[in-house]
């Protein structure tokens, strides 16, 4: 008889084990869009720079015609190093740099075209800012990204099958010559008026059809095999919609990808907070300047966002299943101008302060919800990307052992398998009772509520509606104080 006790408890662990195997199995057997691996990679950077600087910054507009001459581009400090240099303090993973803006204008010396910085008095010609920012970037250990305008005003043959040839040599030479590449960011804005090489006309083109996208996907995949492609229709991030930074409170990754192309019209209303049945995982980036522009103009030196402003992107985007491209529109020495670097540090400082100390770590808190061997709900807690709490029907509920003060909820689900829940609801127990306290809609990588300073002794998470059972990989309580 003595034997067979530990026999038992032998089998009930294996039994255990293997009911904890298979539900682990089951979740994975899933029909909804799943992310690629360059894709996770991505969303895991969540916030990085955009740089806008051209010929642009020299004329101070915002959409040059391309008939400016190459001569008026001609920084006079520029220094890639304090670009990469601030964004890496505050936390930026990434940059990345408008390459060829809409007015064909190359910051690197492309045997293409007369248009670029070759022919410019920086460096007498010598220059190429393309792989000045690759050096930063390696320096720094920041990822290096490039924006391509398909759109160009100054080439002669915008519009015909000769300019699809010209924009090719051009990805070719851009995603062979400047090392790794996370991220190719093709502008949704293009046809229209130019210069298109002296014949000052309007040229419109067919969006869907003109720029052979899927051969150019190709063409990118075959050279930067690890390169997310942005664009309005992806294929693999997707604009959010507006130029405010500003995810939805519903934004889900799934995305009815087949339907968009770039540029269309109906984008912004239709699909941008992208769709619960959408056909492919297409997450969103938000992309906003700084400023009120993308390029530099001295009469914004006053007009770079407040803290406030900053702070309410940061948690509209990032803290909305969004990534951030945060823009700098670098002024005519070539440098981020000191209004903007103070106003990113004061933001990266703010964001430090908000999450420096997750309330649930390193405490007492205990966690009431049964456990489910291998998929239970501590695995929120343990900061393992890898790890998830299998949500069945119950509520996650986590007593602090004392009344603490919070503002803050984050809460990520595991989208290795998808992105599940649809709705859920925060409660607070306060003076003994379950007080609500939010009652929202999609999750996704991440999502961060903010609400008045709450005083509670435990919390009550509950999904509400979902795809399929929802997987949660962390939860954490925040008390941002402000009041310092
Ligand atoms: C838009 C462009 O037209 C703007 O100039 C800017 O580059 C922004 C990021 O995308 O479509």
Request: hydrophobic share 35%.
């Amino acid at each position: 008889m003595k034997y067979l006790f530990p026999i038992r408890i032998f089998s009930i662990c294996l039994l255990l084990g293997l009911v904890a195997c298979e539900e682990q199995a089951n979740v994975a057997k899933t029909d909804l869009p799943l992310p690629s691996q360059r894709q996770l990679d991505w969303q895991r950077m969540e916030f990085y720079g955009f740089v806008h600087f051209s010929i642009n910054t020299f004329t101070d507009m915002e959409w040059g015609m391309g008939d400016e001459s190459p001569e008026k581009f001609n920084p006079s400090e520029l220094d890639t190093r304090q670009w990469v240099k601030e964004m890496k303090d505050a936390g930026m993973k990434g940059v990345i740099l408008t390459s060829k803006h809409h007015d064909g204008f190359c910051l690197w010396p492309s045997q293409y075209t007369e248009h670029s910085v070759k022919n410019s008095p920086w460096k007498n010609g010598e220059g190429d800012v393309v792989a000045e920012l690759a050096e930063a970037c390696k320096e720094y250990g920041l990822k290096l990204g490039l924006y391509y305008s398909p759109w160009d005003r100054n080439h002669p043959d915008y519009g015909k099958p000769e300019y699809i040839t010209y924009m090719r040599n051009q990805l070719r030479e851009l995603l062979t010559n400047y090392g790794d590449i996370f991220e190719v960011w093709f502008d949704g804005a293009n046809g229209g008026t130019g210069y298109y090489g002296g014949a000052n006309e309007e040229r419109r083109v067919d969006k869907r059809s003109y720029y052979d996208w899927e051969n150019t996907y190709a063409l990118v995949r075959e050279l930067q095999p690890n390169a997310v492609i942005f664009g309005d229709a992806g294929p693999d991030v997707r604009w959010v919609g507006n130029e405010k930074g500003h995810a939805y409170p519903t934004t889900w990754s799934y995305l009815m990808r087949d339907s968009v192309y770039a540029g269309m019209p109906e984008y912004a209303d239709l699909y941008a907070s992208g769709q619960e049945d959408g056909s492919h995982w297409v997450p969103a980036e938000a992309d906003v300047s700084i400023r009120p522009g993308w390029y530099y103009h001295p009469a914004e030196d006053d007009k770079v966002k407040t803290l406030e402003e900053l702070m309410d992107i940061y948690y509209k985007s990032i803290g909305r299943n969004s990534a951030l491209l945060l823009n700098f529109p670098v002024d005519t020495r070539g440098l981020i101008h000191e209004n903007d670097v103070q106003a990113l540090r004061e933001m990266a400082a703010r964001i430090e302060r908000d999450f420096s100390d997750d309330l649930l770590q390193g405490r007492q808190v205990k966690i009431l919800s049964p456990s489910k061997g291998q998929n239970g709900p501590e695995n929120v807690l343990d900061n393992d990307m890898a790890t998830y709490w299998i949500i069945n029907e119950e509520a996650l509920e986590i007593d602090f052992g004392q009344e603490i003060t919070f503002n803050r909820f984050w809460v990520q689900e595991h989208i290795p398998l998808g992105q599940r829940v649809k709705s859920f609801t925060l409660e607070a127990k306060q003076n003994g009772q379950w007080q609500p306290l939010a009652s929202e809609t999609t999750i996704g990588y991440k999502r961060i509520l903010r609400f008045d300073d709450t005083q509670a002794t435990a919390i009550r998470f509950r999904v509400d509606d979902y795809l399929e059972p929802p997987l949660i990989s962390h939860v954490k309580v925040f008390f941002a104080d402000h009041s310092r």
